[in-house]
């Protein structure tokens, strides 16, 4: 299974995954480019269906149905795992591959976000990395601009490097607003630590409002994400 296109994974949960893999959705189909979307595992789904997903399908203007889109949805906001074993169920590997297969037949570039971080298991063992792996996507990171980001990227990107992972670059995201002092001065040491490892950064959002067109670099993105 292969396709043009990348994984965004999260320096953790609430890192910003979706408000980047929709930022990037939108730059790329601003340069014409047919974008495809999956969230192929969603937990915490409400009866407003799973959120993620459900924003992503706007981003990309999608007309698919969101069971195309995000194939596992579970309600237990917890890891694929623990939420689908509280229904008395299992992620369905099958069904995964197959909603990839069929977006990557139907799009020039498909944009996959994954469920909390790089080794939050997806289905048994299987981690979320494997799906990358699976899907030989290469990776965009999204790290939360909070305290504790230093750490949880760069432990992200060995992770990643330790399984032979591609990754196009992080994208810094401002998730909590505006930051404190302390956490400017951490995060110009993770801008320093990453150097062209980072590709983009969004700055605070207005809520409902989308990422300035130019807040990732998507020539590197393109570059990083050729059919391999
Ligand atoms: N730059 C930003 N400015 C303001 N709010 C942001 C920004 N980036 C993310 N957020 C908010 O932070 C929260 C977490 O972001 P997001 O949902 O993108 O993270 P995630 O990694 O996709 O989370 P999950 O693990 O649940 O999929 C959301 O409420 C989102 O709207
Ligand atoms: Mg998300």
Redesign the pocket.
Known sequence: MSARGCFVT?S??????????CALVRALRARGIDVGVLKPIET?VDEAGPH?AIALREAAGSVESIGAICPQQFALPAAPTVAAKHEGREVDLGVIDRAFTDCAARHDFVLT?G??GLLVPAAPGVTMADLAARFELPLVV?ARAALGTINHTLLTLEAAAARGLDVIGVVI???D?ALSVADAANLELLRDALGEQLIGE????APGSD?PADAINVDRVLAGAGRR
């Open positions: 999260g953790d949960t609430g890192a910003g995954k979706t408000v980047v893999g915490g993620d976000e469920a909390g999204a995201s401002h998730v607003g969004i700055p605070p959002l990422a």
